[in-house]
């Protein structure tokens, strides 16, 4: 719009100073091309924003604005022949000279010769002062179309900037409500990774805290869910594998990016479900007196180890009995072919330790090596 009130301005400034044609033509030229410039853009504007209505209502003001004041200053310029000012100088009229310096101009028409008067004496004639005298007809005072000019290209201008005034408003109300909108969504994006994240950290941190309770019960280690602790056995394998995947995604804040953070949930639930796998299944067979390696359990043989292992780390336990215990769990457990995990310890529980200080989320050996 900018560039098309300055073309129009300088076409009729153009026409007030006398410019010479080409100039004009030049300037006419350039608000002609403004004008189309201001259409095309409209309509890419309209293509992006799909907001047909207004874009085709500006474009029309401003074709139509293009359109009339080139006109306007063309009546205003008195050029072309359809809008030549009758009143204007040069016209194809018939006019007097004055009388006098001072006098207005007047129309000279030729009325007929009057009839000579009938006379008996020689007087010289008088003339008529009614019949065949010249008439003065006012004239009318030439229209001003510059200032008509003028004042349609103040119109045009003002009805452009109220228009304009109008769908800029629009624009940015609507660019207001969607710049709202989007940082209320990237809000709710943050507000959903948070919590994704503090979800899948909840139930990795389960899987951990079962995986230690784990390993501090003697029972479950020795007997009870032995394969649990086998690294031989595929459930359990596939869940170190998982746990190992989910350890490695775990970090210390929450990620930028949902992407991330699905990917350490999924890996979370992941670890959740194969470690329920492996229990289950250790669960089972243990409760069979199934052992890893092929070793197997009489129930007589199970309920006394039970008790010995019982004695030897319950803390009301003395501590010459505890010790007597543990050795004979040990002396059992190597006559029946219970194997013991890598990682399990002996050590007898002291002063109020009921459990053995087994290394909490240790990663078996095999497992490391596999992966």
Do not use: C
């Amino acid at each position: 719009m900018t560039v098309q009130v300055l073309a129009t301005t300088t076409l009729y400034a153009s026409d007030l100073v006398g410019f010479s044609d080409n100039l004009q033509r030049i300037v006419k030229f350039f608000g002609v091309v403004a004008g189309a410039l201001m259409v095309v853009t409209g309509a890419a504007h309209s293509l992006r924003s799909g907001r047909w209505g207004p874009a085709l209502f500006g474009m029309g003001m401003a074709a139509t604005v293009n359109a009339v004041v080139p006109i306007m200053m063309q009546l205003g310029s008195g050029e072309g022949s359809i809008f030549i000012d009758p009143f204007a100088p040069g016209a194809t009229t018939t006019s007097a000279s004055p009388a006098s310096s001072s006098a207005p101009s007047v129309t000279a028409t030729t009325a007929p010769s009057p009839r000579p008067a009938a006379t008996t004496t020689a007087l010289p004639a008088t003339p008529s002062t009614t019949a065949g005298a010249p008439t003065q007809t006012p004239v009318a005072e030439p229209v001003d179309w510059q200032g008509a000019g003028k004042v349609v290209l103040i119109i045009a201008i003002a009805a452009a900037a109220l228009i304009g005034m109008f769908f800029g408003a629009g624009a940015l109300r609507d660019e207001i409500k969607v710049r709202r909108a989007q940082r209320l969504k990237n809000q709710e994006a943050v507000a959903k990774r948070i919590e994704d994240w503090q979800h899948g950290v909840e139930v990795l941190d389960g899987v951990e805290e079962s995986y230690r309770a784990f390993e501090l019960d003697v029972a479950a280690v020795l007997w009870e869910r032995a394969f649990l602790a086998d690294t031989t056995e595929p459930r359990t394998i596939a869940f170190h594998e998982a746990r190992q995947r989910a350890l490695d995604l775990k970090l210390k804040g929450v990620p930028e990016t949902q992407m991330k953070v699905d990917e350490f949930v999924a890996a979370a639930a992941a670890v959740r479900n194969s470690f329920d796998e492996a229990d289950k299944y250790a669960r089972k067979l243990g409760a069979a007196g199934f052992l890893p390696g092929g070793g197997h359990l009489e129930r007589g043989q199970i309920d006394k180890l039970r008790k010995t292992v019982t004695l030897a780390y319950h803390p009301d336990t003395p501590v010459d009995e505890a010790a007597q215990a543990q050795r004979t769990a040990k002396e059992l457990v190597e006559r029946w072919g219970i194997k013991v995990p890598k990682h399990f310890s002996w050590q007898t529980a002291l002063e109020g330790t009921s459990r053995l200080a087994l290394p909490a989320a240790s990663v078996p050996t095999a497992v490391l090596v596999k992966r």
